[in-house]
């Protein structure tokens, strides 16, 4: 069965640090692949998507994403945190049957946590 | 403004009382759909809707009801809560591309 994983349940790291939130994937083809952002209290939004093409996909918020087939993975990343980066992120990837483009399964979620 | 309205944002209710979560969206997307978030579950999704008249079951639908009669409108409806239905509540809709998600509805069922 298609997966979405993402290793990491918690992850905190210095304002102003680097950082890198993991997410793999088990697909036989490449697959679009989206990470979204829910901070407290509100519903999820998209950070950035990736259909094709250029596998460093720029989004919104100063995140960038990696799409890299070798290892099956889609690895958010940000040069420098700020505080309001504090939220939950979730990685994304249609279904494989059916209507794919739009059923997705969704990661378990990686919990940032931004210390000052 | 592209939206995804939920109402209500919370909602307590007694087991049996049946409710009705309502969602809007503007943007004339097709598709469209429920999830409820748990602590630990992850985002599962309860219904989805390709289109007008057609609804089908996500991976959590009992106890649940939808309806689309509308292409801007996807209702969820709880015929008779329990306890268990006890959650955090989104409705999204897409075009391919990605979701546009409600800001969430709180339930808590007693």
């Known amino acids: 069965a298609q997966s979405v994983t993402q290793p990491d349940i918690h992850i905190t790291v210095s304002e102003g640090a680097s950082l890198e939130l993991r997410c793999n994937y088990s697909?036989?083809?490449?697959?679009?692949l989206f990470w979204y952002v829910q901070s407290p209290g509100q519903g999820l939004q998209l950070l950035l998507k990736?259909?094709?093409?250029d596998t460093l996909v720029q989004g919104i918020k100063g995140f960038e994403a990696e799409f890299k087939r070798s290892q099956s993975s889609f690895n958010l990343r940000k040069p420098s945190v700020h505080w309001s980066d504090a939220a939950e992120y979730f990685c994304?990837?249609?279904?494989?049957?059916?209507?794919?483009?739009?059923?997705?399964?969704w990661g378990a979620g990686t919990k940032l946590i931004i210390k000052p | 403004e592209a939206q995804v309205t939920q109402n209500p944002r919370y909602l307590i209710t007694v087991t049996g009382k049946k409710l009705t979560v309502t969602c809007s969206q503007n943007m004339n997307h097709e598709y469209m759909s429920w999830y409820r978030q748990d602590p630990g579950l992850g985002l599962r999704q309860i219904y989805y809707s390709m289109n007008v008249e057609v609804t089908d079951k996500g991976d959590v639908p009992e106890g649940y009801k939808v309806s689309r009669k509308e292409k801007r409108n996807f209702p969820l409806i709880l015929e008779s809560p329990s306890p268990n239905q006890t959650s955090l509540y989104f409705c999204?809709?897409?075009?391919?591309?990605?979701?546009?998600f409600g800001s969430g509805t709180r339930l808590t069922v007693v």
């Open positions: 999204a809709s897409s075009l391919i591309g990605g979701y546009t």
């Open positions: 994304a990837a249609p279904r494989s049957q059916g209507n794919s483009n739009y059923q997705l399964i």
């Open positions: 990736y259909f094709s093409g």
């Open positions: 697909y036989g083809a490449t697959p679009y």
